[in-house]
């Protein structure tokens, strides 16, 4: 049962990660309804590591677009318009790498809850459906279009989605649309971001884990790799999904499920849901 638990967790992340929903917001009601036998040291750690496996889904899905070095001796084995690409998503990391650093503790103490990651659905469920009924011709169509300037102000966007409820991938698409990025454009950098960022986030917890005395268990190891590898395989098809969603629709109908999920995380808050 408890590594039927730990499939159910992935297959969330794995879909919750892609999608502009919040991860957080699905994870804390998983939590209430698929408790697991673990610590929360442990579960604080699962959290955020789990997500390896929805980057190893972007990295194999985009490795021939990521991946800056050829075989070509006329271009010196070097692919110049990746690397100005990957400059362009570490220029969009730096803030949340800067405060991530310094806020990381606090904010697990004293945001993560349920009012906040409510308050979090609701709001940029409203910012969704406000954006797009004011929307207009995208400006930005390509990844190669986006300059360093706005791939800064994305990245200050994604620094809001460490407050639990925001969604990193919610947060990112909203600073894009309002610059302009159509929204395959804005939905593939959202993509390329989440590697450095998930990454960075995901080496903290485990560092931070370990350096507090925690230790894995065979069992907490085994639900670890598990729920990495459910994740991975979930998030190819959430990808897909969101990838193909976007080239013939907005974004409304993830607003309008952001509010009704930030309404059910509200009556989750009530004694006897």
Not at 92 to 98: G, I, K, Q, S, Y
Not at 134 to 160: E, N
Request: a positive charge; proline letters at 4%; glycine letters at 8%.
């Amino acid at each position: 049962m408890d590594y039927i638990r730990v499939i159910l967790y992935g297959v969330i992340e794995g879909i919750t990660e892609w999608l502009p929903i919040s991860s957080t917001g699905h994870l804390i009601l998983a939590e209430k309804l698929l408790a697991l036998p673990y610590s929360e040291e442990f579960m604080s750690m699962f959290r955020v590591v789990i997500q390896l496996g929805a980057i190893l889904a972007v990295v194999v899905l985009y490795f021939p677009r990521l991946w800056p070095f050829t075989t070509d001796p006329r271009h010196k084995y070097q692919r110049p318009q990746v690397w100005q690409l990957w400059f362009r998503v570490l220029a969009a990391t730096l803030p949340a790498m800067v405060l991530g650093l310094l806020l990381d503790d606090w904010l697990d103490a004293h945001l993560y809850n349920y009012i906040t990651v409510a308050a979090m659905l609701i709001l940029y469920g409203v910012l969704f459906l406000v954006v797009e009924n004011r929307r207009r011709a995208p400006v930005v169509k390509r990844l190669d279009q986006i300059t360093y300037r706005q791939a800064l102000i994305i990245g200050c966007w994604q620094v809001l989605a460490m407050i639990p409820g925001t969604s990193r991938s919610g947060a990112t698409i909203v600073g894009a649309l309002l610059l302009g990025l159509a929204r395959p454009a804005a939905a593939e950098f959202t993509f390329f971001l989440a590697i450095p960022v998930m990454a960075g986030a995901s080496g903290l917890k485990l560092v931070k884990f370990l350096a507090g005395g925690g230790a894995f268990t065979s069992g907490e190891l085994a639900a670890l790799a598990l729920g990495c590898g459910v994740a991975f395989v979930v998030s190819v098809g959430a990808i897909r999904f969101l990838v193909s969603f976007v080239q013939r629709h907005d974004f409304k109908v993830f607003g309008w499920y952001r509010i009704a999920l930030g309404a059910l995380v509200l009556a989750a808050a009530f004694p006897g849901f």
